[in-house]
T-cell receptor
Framework: ETGVTQTPRHLVMGMTNKKSLKCEQHLGHNAMYWYKQSAKKPLELMFVYNFKEQTENNSVPSRFSPECPNSSHLFLHLHTLQPEDSALYLC?????????????FGPGTRLTVT | QKEVEQNSGPLSVPEGAIASLNCTYSDRGSQSFFWYRQYSGKSPELIMFIYSNGDKEDGRFTAQLNKASQYVSLLIRDSQPSDSATYLCAVTKYNFNKFYFGSGTKLNVKP
């Protein structure tokens, strides 16, 4: 595996379900990010982890819960979501979170909440 | 005021022409600038980054940065139908965690 991988690629869940999104980066980076991309909206930064520590929570509702067990893996735990949470969820990584390095994105998870 | 602004387009150019995509940003402290290409249904793919005023060329792509005027542009020479995509501009500051993305400009290259 190379680059940034995400699983699953597609997910349909009911509002009462609990599911998790997984991201893994094989680039030796130390910073990882979750973004939400809704139709016709800019990318919305959700969370930032730098060296496994959460450094940014962009006012994300508590029904989204991130977890970063190490610099290579990032999870997004989902529970009691709303239909408006349906979107493309993108994971990205960069060398660190200093803002000087480029971010590389995974393929995304297309989430549909029914 | 949005951090990063882009014309949503679509911008239509004929095959072989130069496509010019523009982006303005609001924070004068911004230091790093990135262009991403996103095909429909796919994730953003990094095309170029630029840190210093002036031009930076990579193949058919040229990024131009003017910090005094707070704009960054992307020129695509000899445009191909495969260049048809949405182009995202991203801006960040040193020691800040956030990448600010524009809404993107949709480019259509017509054969």
């Amino acid at each position: 595996e190379t680059g940034v991988t995400q699983t699953p690629r597609h997910l349909v869940m009911g509002m009462t379900n609990k599911k998790s999104l997984k991201c893994e980066q094989h680039l030796g980076h130390n910073a990882m990010y979750w973004y939400k991309q809704s139709a016709k909206k800019p990318l919305e930064l959700m969370f930032v982890y730098n060296f496994k520590e959460q450094t940014e929570n962009n006012s994300v509702p508590s029904r989204f819960s991130p977890e970063c067990p190490n610099s290579s893996h990032l999870f997004l735990h989902l529970h009691t979501l709303q239909p408006e949470d349906s979107a493309l969820y993108l994971c990205a990584s960069s060398q660190d979170a200093s803002g000087t390095g480029e971010q590389y994105f995974g393929p995304g998870t297309r989430l549909t909440v029914t | 005021q949005k951090e990063v602004e882009q014309n949503s387009g679509p911008l239509s150019v004929p095959e072989g022409a130069i496509a010019s995509l523009n982006c303005t940003y609001s924070d004068r402290g911004s230091q790093s600038f990135f262009w991403y290409r996103q095909y429909s249904g796919k994730s953003p793919e990094l095309i170029m980054f630029i840190y210093s005023n002036g031009d930076k060329e990579d193949g058919r792509f040229t990024a131009q940065l003017n910090k005094a005027s707070q704009y960054v542009s992307l020129l695509i020479r000899d445009s191909q139908p495969s260049d048809s995509a949405t182009y995202l501009c991203a801006v960040t500051k040193y020691n800040f965690n956030k990448f600010y993305f524009g809404s993107g400009t949709k480019l259509n290259v017509k054969p």
